[in-house]
């Protein structure tokens, strides 16, 4: 696991969810159990509630977010995640909506 990894070089800690590595570095692991295709644009996704997203970007310090999934871990910044990202905004997944991250904006980590 990711934060296994992170604590034997790092000591980090934990507020709200995101695991604050050092003053400059923070992440936010989520895991899930697989990716799902969105048909209408034919790629691959990992969503996320649309509450939790508008509290990453509120982040003081650069954010990273993790999913580790079907035994792989996939990393990217929220940055460019936010560029990509694609936003649904009704209740048919998440209360009061989710934002879906397209996999391909993942650099899939070597672990």
Request: include cysteine.
């Amino acid at each position: 696991m990711l934060i296994d990894y992170l604590s034997k070089s790092h000591k980090v800690r934990e507020h709200n969810g995101v695991h604050v590595i050092d003053e400059k570095r923070a992440v936010v692991i989520r895991k899930k159990t697989k990716p799902t295709l969105h048909r209408q644009t034919g790629r691959m996704e990992f969503g996320i509630p649309l509450r939790d997203w508008n509290r990453f970007s509120r982040w003081q310090m650069p954010l990273y977010i993790a999913v580790e999934c079907e035994g792989k871990t996939y990393f990217a910044p929220l940055t460019t995640l936010d560029a990509a990202k694609r936003t649904w905004v009704g209740d048919n997944v998440d209360r009061g909506g989710t934002v879906f991250l397209p996999l391909e904006a993942f650099t899939r980590l070597k672990t």
